[in-house]
């Protein structure tokens, strides 16, 4: 039996395992953190991340815990709201073109249905060399074990180990942005994916994520090496939306505790073509790691997992697999990730000449809706 490890348990590891596994190959995923879970808020899935999802057989299960939209909304700074569109569904006429859920809950989904079907997990263990051979490759960890695999999957991340071991180095790029993303109650008028026209170099939207629950984004320029005091970040983030009228200005003083708030600070890696070294081969924020503008990080992430499995199916050879999925991957990812720097540029320098987000977002959607 061919056996794989996977480093990282995030999303593009836990969607890997499911795949792989249904491929009847042994998989091992090992996660550095001592625990394998996911921090921070909410999460927007966009189409491609829906389709993407649905392939994976989890997409009940996702829209189940989640809270599904049809409607985009665009207001201005006043909360008066100027445009509204339909967000087209890429799995059924009836289903929801857009999803909001928290983070962790999409994370238990992916690590349950990978587990139950036979991914062996193990947490704080990290690899730190990789001996390749032609046709495999050994892997040395941090506990002194040691490990043959028939491929390496490197999906640990932004700061990948992987990519350290064996790729030229790579620095992260800050973009000189940061976010806060805000758990809140939901009002009953927020029904879709709302977004506000920005005040001067500040951008705010909101994306439902159940019933009773949303979360607030709020991007803003930053200097380098900025990183709030968590006894301030209260007012901060109010200070932050002071602008903003309408719903904005009717859940400010729903910020109550820091514990509501996430904050991180905006950087990108995109790895040269190809993204792979012998038997091991690169994915997810370790190839390509974008920012949340086009809300496709996950997206990208999932369709890394879908298109590696398909390829690793229908090659005749492992290294045939790898350049397919190179191929079919790094142009779409290169876009995200440039296309999302550049709105993220005319965020944070609101009177670039020429800038058009609404053109270059709805130029976006309309490629990523394409195939994969």
Not at 131 to 154: K, P, S, W
Not at 213 to 236: A, H, N, Q, S
Not at 314 to 328: E, S
Request: aromatic share 6%.
């Amino acid at each position: 039996m061919t056996k794989a490890l996977i480093v990282g348990g995030g999303i593009s590891g836990l969607a890997t395992a499911m795949v792989l596994s249904r491929q009847g190959i042994e998989v091992d995923l090992v996660e550095r953190q001592p625990r394998v879970e996911a921090l921070g808020s909410g999460i927007t899935l966009i189409a491609p991340a829906l389709r993407a999802l649905d392939r994976l057989g989890v997409y009940a299960d996702c829209v189940d815990q989640g809270y599904g939209v049809t409607d985009f909304e665009i207001y201005d700074v006043d909360g008066t709201l100027a445009e509204r569109f339909p967000l087209p569904s890429p799995v059924g006429t009836d289903q929801p073109g857009l999803l909001g859920m928290m983070r962790p809950t999409l994370h238990t989904i992916l690590i349950d249905h990978a587990t139950k079907e036979g991914t062996v997990v193990r947490t704080g263990v990290a690899p730190v060399h990789i001996e390749q051979h032609r046709t495999a490759a050994d892997v040395t960890f941090d506990n002194g074990e040691r490990g043959h695999y028939d491929l390496v999957i490197g999906a640990d991340g932004i700061r990948s180990t992987i990519r350290e071991l064996l790729f030229e180095p790579l620095t992260p790029q800050p973009l000189g942005q940061g976010i806060f993303r805000v758990v809140l109650p939901r009002p009953a008028e927020v029904t879709a994916e709302v977004q506000f026209h920005p005040a001067g170099d500040v951008a705010m939207g909101f994306t439902p994520t159940a019933p009773d629950r949303m979360y607030m984004y709020c991007l803003f320029p930053i200097d380098d090496g900025y990183r709030p005091e968590k006894e301030e970040m209260v007012d901060v983030v109010r200070a932050r939306i002071a602008p903003f009228g309408g719903v904005v200005a009717e859940i400010r003083d729903a910020i109550k505790d820091a514990d509501q708030i996430h904050y991180t600070r905006f950087e990108t890696v995109l790895v040269p073509d190809p993204w792979f070294r012998g038997r091991t081969v690169l994915l997810g924020d370790s190839a390509h790691c974008t920012t949340p503008h086009l809300a496709a990080g996950a997206a990208m992430c999932l369709e890394d997992a879908v298109v590696l499995g398909e390829e690793l199916a229908a090659a005749a050879t492992v290294d045939d697999a790898l350049r397919a999925y190179c191929t079919r991957r790094f142009d779409r990812c290169k876009y995200v990730v440039e296309t999302a720097s550049l709105l993220s540029h005319w965020q944070t320098h609101p009177d670039t000449p020429g800038a058009d987000h609404s053109r270059v977002m709805g130029e976006a959607f309309e490629r990523l809706a394409g195939p994969f």
